[in-house]
């Protein structure tokens, strides 16, 4: 990714200009299921002219060619009312396809390769009391091959070759959350809505629904969350509702678990006391359960176990974090390193 020179140039520059703010360059090294092993930066600058927000430049790659740049900016409280936001990505990343399942079987085991450039814009409104409503808007070009065995050979799927996607949403969140990046306190509810549009090759409907109560005693922080992503319509199939991973069940690869509902509950504790060299560490235990399934019958399915522990590292006074997870589960385990608290 060569991001050295651009991120020391920049350094100097918002340096000799005097631009405020935080800037935050983090090399990282991570491996898991998914990638294998890679690597790449984040450079942050953290409220940038000193006002609430940040821009992010990520780059990374791992040894199966994956690789991904994004950039993205958000400019919070803007005339104190007001939240803007703006992503681009573009990327080439081969993954694992299972089907719909709790989990697939073993035998369903395909692979494609998905390359996918795209941006979204965001804008949210700040009401009182913690409350927040907003809008979004994505477009995103997907070109996919794929592997014609397993799964992809037992069906098609919607999105099998790629398009175009352009979809619409809004949200409503509630944060009362003392620092919604490392909390300590509060309570976070988010509820989403994302539709396609018809410019778009894709007519689907997506609902999110997101949960989570922060509690601390002493130097210790517990957090309990609760999270349920249900679609319909034609989802293209890398939207399906998924865990496994990031969405979350961390030791369970390739967002194993798939279907028109996916829902999880999962707990973390994170003691607050560590101090090494000046930098703050936060070591963390985790443990989750999730399922997958149809909108009839999902509340049937049999819950899957994950679990681990992890340590995370404050930045910016807590306003970024750096994390690292070692996950486990009955399919699967890694290391995963990311930026950013899981709960």
Request: hydrophobic share 40%; glycine share 14%; proline share 6%.
């Amino acid at each position: 990714m060569r991001l050295v020179l651009p991120i020391a140039f920049l350094s100097a520059s918002l340096s000799y200009a005097d631009l405020g703010g935080k800037l935050l360059p983090i090399p990282v090294a991570f491996t898991s299921p998914e990638t294998g092993p890679g690597g790449g930066a984040k450079l942050r600058w953290q409220d940038p002219l000193d006002k609430p927000g940040f821009a992010d430049l990520t780059g990374y790659l791992t040894v199966r060619s994956q690789w991904n740049v994004d950039a993205e900016i958000l400019r919070d409280s803007l005339f104190g009312l007001w939240r803007l936001g703006a992503t681009a990505e573009v990327g080439e990343f081969p993954a694992k396809w299972y089907g719909l399942g709790n989990p697939p079987p073993d035998e369903m085991e395909s692979e494609y390769t998905p390359r996918y450039l795209g941006a979204e814009f965001s804008v949210g409104r700040w009401l009182p009391a913690g409350w927040r409503v907003g809008g979004r808007f994505q477009a995103e070009q997907w070109q996919i091959q794929a592997q014609d065995r397993g799964a992809f050979h037992a069906a098609t799927w919607t999105g099998q070759k790629g398009g175009l996607e352009a979809n619409a949403g809004m949200e409503l969140v509630f944060e009362g959350r003392d620092l919604p990046t490392n909390p300590t306190e509060g309570l976070y509810a988010k509820s989403a809505v994302t539709v396609g549009l018809p410019i778009g090759d894709f007519l689907w409907q997506n609902l999110v629904l997101d949960l989570s109560m922060t509690k601390s005693a002493g130097s210790f922080t517990g957090v309990v969350r609760l999270r349920h992503d249900e679609a319909w319509g034609g989802v293209p199939f890398w939207r399906v509702p998924s865990l496994g991973h990031k969405r979350y069940l961390r030791g369970l690869p390739d967002r194993r678990l798939r279907g028109e509902v996916a829902e999880c509950i999962g707990s973390e504790a994170r003691w607050n006391g560590l101090e090494v060299a000046g930098f703050a560490l936060q070591p963390a235990l985790f443990a989750e359960l999730g399922r997958s399934g149809g909108h009839a019958d999902v509340w049937q399915e049999e819950m899957n176990p994950a679990a681990g522990g992890g340590l995370r590292v404050p930045l910016a006074g807590g306003k970024a974090v750096l994390r690292a997870d070692y996950g486990w589960s009955f399919y699967g385990s890694g290391l995963y390193v990311d930026f950013g608290q899981a709960f």
